[in-house]
T-cell receptor
Framework: GQSLEQPSEVTAVEGAIVQMNCTYQ??????LSWYQQHDGGAPTFLSY????GLEETGRFSSFLSRSDSYGYLLLQELQMKDSASYFC????????????FGTGTQLKVEL | NAGVTQTPKFRILKIGQSMTLQCTQD?????MYWYRQDPGMGLKLIYY???????DKGEVPNGYNVSRSTTEDFPLRLELAAPSQTSVYFC????????????FGPGTRLTVL
């Protein structure tokens, strides 16, 4: 089976840096994706890590450690618009690029 | 490009009714997916398709059916709706590549009373 754990809520102030963690237990792990979802909206893709290490895209960075079954999403220079839910998702073995999603971390950015 | 479109946006069904949720993508993606998302939860895969004529079950397929007669369309059929199917349904599509980004439609909010 597959299971992913994420903290349910994180609060940070505008301009700060926040790290959101994801631990997973799975067989046939291929990679870890991150998606952002604003209230009432659809998920949007942020990043994908297949190999250990850090991937950076603008203010967003994502890290993966396959040996620790652990990843995190790092957001820098937080803005109010970053208030949203952030989901990690494991790419599963088998065809079709199937994803198993965690339950998400709700990020609240305060002034 | 419109991306992934879904209809309807909202629907209320009575227990035992049936309906089809429509999903269309104009990006020529091979892969398409149906997810459901319950309040405060992550997305759960219902069914997916790797190409026209090919579909397979995801994590929570019971009570649903799909078909994929064209690359563009991937409708989801609910037979004999139950209150447990009250949820937000998202359709998504992606290219075949490793870790490819999934593009999501705006969702359908379904309530079964």
């Amino acid at each position: 089976g597959q299971s992913l754990e994420q903290p349910s809520e994180v609060t940070a102030v505008e301009g700060a840096i926040v790290q959101m963690n994801c631990t997973y237990q799975t067989s046939g792990f291929y990679g870890l994706s991150w998606y952002q979802q604003h209230d009432g909206g659809a998920p949007t893709f942020l990043s994908y890590n297949a190999l250990d290490g850090l991937e950076e895209t603008g203010r967003f960075s994502s890290f993966l450690s396959r040996s620790d079954s652990y990843g995190y999403l790092l957001l820098q220079e937080l803005q109010m618009k970053d208030s949203a839910s952030y989901f990690c998702a494991v790419r599963r073995a088998g065809g079709g690029n199937k994803l198993t999603f965690g339950t998400g971390t709700q990020l609240k950015v305060e002034l | 490009n419109a991306g992934v479109t879904q209809t309807p946006k909202f629907r209320i069904l009575k227990i035992g009714q049936s309906m089809t949720l429509q999903c269309t993508q104009d990006m020529n993606h091979n892969y398409m997916y149906w997810y459901r998302q319950d309040p405060g939860m992550g997305l759960k895969l219902i069914y997916y398709s790797v190409g026209a004529g090919i579909t397979d079950k995801g994590e929570v397929p019971n009570g649903y059916n799909v078909s994929r007669s064209t690359t563009e369309d991937f409708p989801l059929r609910l037979e004999l709706a139950a209150p447990s199917q009250t949820s937000v349904y998202f359709c998504a599509s992606s290219y075949k590549g490793e870790g490819a980004e999934q593009f999501f439609g705006p969702g359908t909010r379904l309530t079964v009373l």
